[in-house]
C-alpha cells in the first residue's frame, strides 16, 4: 500500500492532494467535507462521480468546492486541487459534454 503524499498549499488558495489521500485526512484549510459513500480517498470519490475512468480536466463541484484532477495513471487518480468553487456554480461539472 502506498501512502499519500502530504498536501500542498497552491495558487489562490487552492490545496494539491494526492489522489491516495484518505478523505478523512483532507486538511481542515480546505474546508471541504466530502458526502458519504463507496470510496475512502479522494481519487476514488473523484472516479465515483462521473461513474466512470477519470480524466485531467475532470471537475466535481461539491457544496462550494471545485475538485479538479491533475494527474491521472491509467485508472487511478494522482493528483487533485481543491479551491473554492466560483459562485454561480452548481452541481457536478463535466468538461466536453
Given at each position: 500500500?502506498?501512502?499519500?503524499?502530504?498536501p500542498?498549499?497552491?495558487?489562490?488558495?487552492?490545496?494539491?492532494?494526492?489522489?491516495?489521500?484518505?478523505?478523512?485526512?483532507?486538511?481542515?484549510?480546505?474546508?471541504l467535507?466530502?458526502?458519504?459513500?463507496?470510496?475512502?480517498t479522494v481519487?476514488g470519490?473523484?472516479?465515483?462521480?462521473?461513474?466512470?475512468?477519470?480524466?485531467?480536466?475532470?471537475?466535481?463541484v461539491?457544496?462550494?468546492h471545485?475538485?479538479?484532477?491533475?494527474?491521472?495513471d491509467?485508472?487511478?487518480?494522482?493528483?487533485?486541487?481543491?479551491?473554492?468553487?466560483?459562485q454561480?456554480?452548481?452541481?457536478d461539472?463535466?468538461?466536453?459534454?
Amino acid at each position: 500500500m502506498t501512502t499519500a503524499g502530504a498536501p500542498g498549499p497552491s495558487r489562490g488558495g487552492a490545496v494539491l492532494v494526492d489522489g491516495g489521500l484518505i478523505i478523512q485526512e483532507i486538511p481542515a484549510e480546505a474546508g471541504l467535507v466530502i458526502p458519504e459513500g463507496h470510496y475512502e480517498t479522494v481519487g476514488g470519490f473523484m472516479m465515483d462521480r462521473p461513474g466512470r475512468v477519470t480524466r485531467p480536466g475532470d471537475v466535481v463541484v461539491v457544496d462550494d468546492h471545485r475538485l479538479e484532477v491533475l494527474a491521472v495513471d491509467r485508472s487511478r487518480v494522482e493528483r487533485v486541487r481543491i479551491s473554492r468553487a466560483p459562485q454561480d456554480a452548481a452541481g457536478d461539472e463535466r468538461p466536453g459534454s
